[in-house]
């Protein structure tokens, strides 16, 4: 089955930028989104179709897409970013199904 | 902005039915594609389905043997039946409005209900 890859965790000090991956086969033909989830929450979309930033998420989020990866930068990563990352896709197998990578947790040290 | 939230018993025996409504407020429930997501504690999101009314379900190919979705327009709810639970399927469940589709292909979730936690056990 078709699967997204995203590292378990990823570590940056406030200030710095941090990079969060995903990887799929499907990628150079479908959009990726990504959510940020905090602790108790339900998912909230900072990024989709790739690089596009929804009203009210900072500028600080922005997204990029190469090849099969898909990525995730937060420039001046804040403490308020710590979270659990997630990427989205369409499955490649069968476009009304939906794909999410296993999800990456961003800690600010 | 929709608002959307998870009703259903809390606790479900294994081998029996899990049944969830979400409720959904500040749209037509006929103007949207509408899915369920489920999240174990501490692991990651997993699509189960989507519904709309005018075209009908999608369901992810690994849980569709047991799973029916269904919308009811005089309420603006529409519900998940998840049928032979087990202890696997203890999580949290959300309901979520689809976002616009692109070139017919499906995007993200817009809108989250709150979620509601379902524990299988007996």
């Known amino acids: 089955s078709y699967e997204l890859t995203q590292p378990p965790s990823v570590s940056v000090s406030p200030g710095q930028t941090a990079r969060i991956t995903c990887s799929g086969d499907a990628l150079p033909k479908q959009y990726g989104y990504w959510y940020q989830q905090k602790p108790g929450q339900a998912p909230v979309v900072v990024i989709y179709?790739?690089?596009e930033r929804p009203s009210g998420i900072p500028e600080r989020f922005s997204g990029s897409s190469s090849g099969t990866t898909v990525t995730l930068t937060i420039s001046g990563v804040q403490a308020e970013d710590e979270a659990d990352y997630y990427c989205q896709s369409a499955d490649s197998s069968d476009t009304s199904h939906v794909i999410f990578g296993g999800g990456t947790k961003l800690t600010v040290l | 902005q929709v608002q959307l939230q998870e009703s259903g018993p809390g606790l479900v025996k294994p081998s029996e039915t899990l049944s969830l409504t979400c409720t959904v407020s500040g749209g037509s429930i006929s103007s949207y594609y509408w899915s369920w997501i489920r999240q174990p504690a501490g692991k990651g999101l997993e699509w189960i389905g989507r519904i709309y009314i005018r075209k009908g379900t999608n369901y992810n190919p690994s849980l569709k043997s047991r799973v029916t979705m269904s919308v009811d327009t005089s309420k603006n709810q529409f519900s998940l039946n998840l049928s032979s639970v087990t202890a696997a399927d203890t999580a949290m469940y959300y309901c979520a409005r689809d976002a616009p589709r692109i070139n017919l292909v499906p995007t993200y979730f817009a809108d989250w209900g709150q979620g509601t936690l379902v524990t299988v056990s007996s």
């Open positions: 179709k790739d690089s």
